[in-house]
C-alpha cells in the first residue's frame, strides 16, 4: 500500500461527506427497483410482488483480511460478492447493497479509491446497485461492513429448514481451494518477515490465490436449477466449511446426514497443496471455508435433472431421519461422526 506522497489524499482533507461523494460518484443505478440512491437521508427500494432479502457481514482487518497480501481491490470485489453469495443461498437476485467503513488515518483517498474501484466491479458483474452508506473514523484499521438487499418471488425462496429424509446433498464446484490458497499467502508472509528482501513464490497457484483473494458468487447455478425446474428443499453458502454449513443443515431442517468423503469435488492443485503442507485433502474443504460455493439438498425425484449438472454440481450425500447426527463416511466405509472445525469468530486462541 506504498503510495507516492505527491499523489496521497488524506482523508481529513475531504471530510466525511465529500469522501462519501468521492466514493460513490461512479455507482449509477441498474435496477427499477432502486428508486432513490446515495443522496438523501435512505435509500428508497421497491420489490412490488416479491420477498426482500436481506443480510449483513463485516469484515476486520488483522481477523477477517491481512493487508500485507490483500490488494485493496480484490479485498473491496470480495466484501461485495461474499454478501451477494448470501442471497443466492436464499435462491435469490441481490439487487442493492449499503457499504459501511470504519477506516484509520493510515488509509488514503487514493487506497479508498481502489477498494470502491473493487466494489464497482463486482456490482457491475452481479448487476447490483450501491444505494448508500456511511464512514467514520476507526482506531484499529479497515472495517467494511456490507447490507446487502436482494429479491425472491415468495414461492422460491429457499431456506435452511427444508431439508427431508432422502434428499439428496449437493454442493456445486469444488472445495478446499480457497484455504489452500490462504496457506500459501501466510507461507509467504513468513518467508517475508524472515527476509524482506525475498520474491514471494506465488508462480502456479494462481487458482487457489483466486479462489481465497477474489471468489464468486454461484449466480450461474442458482439460474441453471430454476431452468431444470429444480427448487433446493434446503440451502446454504460454504462460508465456514463443508462440515460446519451440512450441521447447519441439518440443525435447521431436523434431518441427519451421510456424507461421502470420497465424493467431495476437489481441483487437483488444491489436492496436491494440501499433501506438499501435510493435510489431509478433505480437511481442507471440510473445515477450510471460503469457497463460496452453494450446498443444497434436492428430492430423490430430481436425480435425472441434477445429472444434467454434472459438471458444476456433485452429489455428495444423503439427509437421513437420525435428528442431527451427520457422519462422514470415509472411503474404506469407516463411518464417524462430522465435526464441525471451521472458522470460529469467537474461539480464545
Known amino acids: 500500500m506504498e503510495e507516492n506522497k505527491d499523489t496521497r489524499t488524506e482523508l481529513d482533507e475531504l471530510g466525511e461527506f465529500g469522501l462519501i461523494d468521492q466514493l460513490t460518484q461512479d455507482f449509477p443505478l441498474r435496477n427499477a427497483s432502486s428508486l432513490k440512491g446515495v443522496g438523501d437521508d435512505a435509500a428508497v427500494i421497491n420489490h412490488e410482488g416479491y420477498r ?3 443480510s449483513v457481514d463485516l469484515l476486520v482487518e488483522g481477523v477477517h483480511f491481512d493487508m500485507t ?3 485493496l481491490r480484490h479485498l473491496g470485489y470480495k466484501a461485495a460478492v461474499v454478501n451477494f453469495s448470501d442471497i443466492y443461498a436464499m435462491n435469490g437476485t441481490p439487487t442493492q447493497i449499503v457499504v459501511g467503513l470504519g477506516v484509520s488515518n493510515r488509509y488514503s483517498v487514493e487506497a479508498l479509491d481502489e477498494l470502491y474501484a473493487g466494489i464497482r466491479l463486482a456490482c457491475e458483474n452481479y448487476n447490483v446497485d450501491l444505494v448508500g452508506g456511511d464512514t467514520t473514523s476507526s482506531q484499529s484499521g479497515l472495517v467494511i461492513s456490507i447490507t446487502v438487499i436482494g429479491m425472491a418471488k415468495e414461492e ?14 449437493c454442493v456445486s464446484g469444488d472445495l478446499g481451494g480457497a484455504y489452500t490458497g490462504l496457506l500459501i499467502l501466510e507461507r509467504e508472509k513468513a518467508e517475508y518477515l524472515a527476509n524482506p528482501n525475498m520474491q514471494p513464490q506465488l508462480k502456479g497457484f494462481d487458482y487457489v490465490l483466486e479462489r481465497q483473494l477474489k471468489p464468486e458468487a454461484r449466480k450461474d447455478i442458482v439460474a441453471r436449477l430454476k431452468e431444470l425446474g429444480i427448487k433446493p428443499t434446503s440451502m446454504i453458502d460454504i462460508s465456514d466449511g463443508l462440515a460446519s454449513e451440512v450441521m447447519h443443515l441439518c440443525k435447521e431442517s431436523g434431518v441427519g446426514c451421510q ?11 488444491t489436492v496436491k497443496l ?3 503442507f501435510q493435510i489431509v485433502p478433505s480437511i481442507t474443504a471440510l473445515n477450510g471455508g471460503e469457497d463460496y460455493e452453494l450446498l443444497f439438498t434436492i428430492d430423490q425425484k430430481d436425480y435425472e435433472k441434477i445429472q444434467k449438472m454434472s459438471q458444476d ?5 444423503y439427509m437421513t431421519a437420525d435428528k442431527g447426527i451427520a457422519e462422514l463416511v470415509t472411503p474404506d466405509n469407516h463411518v464417524i461422526p462430522l465435526k464441525a472445525q471451521g472458522w470460529n469468530h469467537f474461539k480464545q486462541s
Open 52 to 54: 426482500t432479502l436481506v
Open 274 to 276: 494440501a499433501k506438499d
Open 69 to 71: 497480501y490483500t490488494p
Open 259 to 269: 456424507l461421502y468423503e470420497g465424493k467431495i469435488p476437489q481441483d487437483p492443485t
Open 313 to 317: 454440481v456433485t452429489v455428495i450425500g
Open 156 to 169: 422460491d425462496v429457499v431456506y435452511r429448514s427444508g431439508a427431508k429424509p432422502n434428499d439428496l446433498l
